[in-house]
């Protein structure tokens, strides 16, 4: 089947914006690493403190954006594009997105269990951040598997490119194969000014 100019469309418009935004959030991480505004002795508000001291968050606030992007963009590869019904639509779109940061909250928290060390990307260590990466990538293998082949939780269009062997999604297996290593280097890039702003504070 052929991609209809409005699939064409879709994919044009969601690839651009998650483009921009990734460039955004780019030029904003890097003007807040280079120290646009003086960092303030001032104890942090409440938000600011969850940012400064839990990786966590930081990991999730990052993450949202891209993920939600990466779905809406590879949502007309899935059957579930096609129902036509924008209520059930927005609920997978969410559901997904969702989803895909528990999973990278998974994978990040089984490598700190392996370090003994919540903070384990502050030491921008190859092998844990490693680990990282194929935790989602093992996750996503054989969710797509079960939930495609076994339970039929969901269903590839006829447009989905798929991956030889082992069956399933290229696209599904390419987001989980680049989006963790551009957050991580996003928290990499992060990690001098947290660190900073918290030696100023204490």
């Not at 460039?23 to 003007?31: C, P, S």
């Not at 999973?103 to 919540?118: F, K, Q, T």
């Amino acid at each position: 089947m052929q991609m209809s100019r409005s699939d064409w469309l879709q994919f044009g418009l969601s690839w651009s914006l998650g483009l921009a935004v990734l460039a955004a959030t780019i030029v904003l991480l890097d003007r807040y690493v280079a120290n646009a505004a003086p960092i303030s002795p001032r104890p942090p508000g409440p938000l600011r403190r969850l940012w400064r001291t839990i990786p966590e968050v930081r990991l999730v606030l990052l993450a949202l954006p891209l993920e939600a992007l990466w779905e809406i963009a590879q949502f007309p590869l899935y059957d579930v594009g096609r129902t036509g019904d924008w209520r059930y639509t927005l609920y997978a779109l969410a559901h997904c997105t969702v989803g895909d940061v528990l999973i990278l909250l998974l994978s990040y928290e089984l490598v700190a269990l392996l370090r003994w060390n919540r903070h384990w990307l502050n030491a921008r260590v190859l092998a844990p951040a490693s680990s990282f990466v194929l935790f989602g990538v093992a996750y996503t293998v054989f969710s797509e598997i079960y939930n495609v082949r076994i339970v039929a939780s969901w269903s590839y269009g006829e447009r989905m490119p798929m991956v030889p062997m082992i069956g399933v999604g290229a696209m599904p297996l390419l987001q989980w194969l680049l989006l963790p290593p551009v957050l991580l280097w996003l928290l990499w890039l992060i990690a001098p000014r947290i660190a900073a702003e918290r030696h100023a504070v204490d």
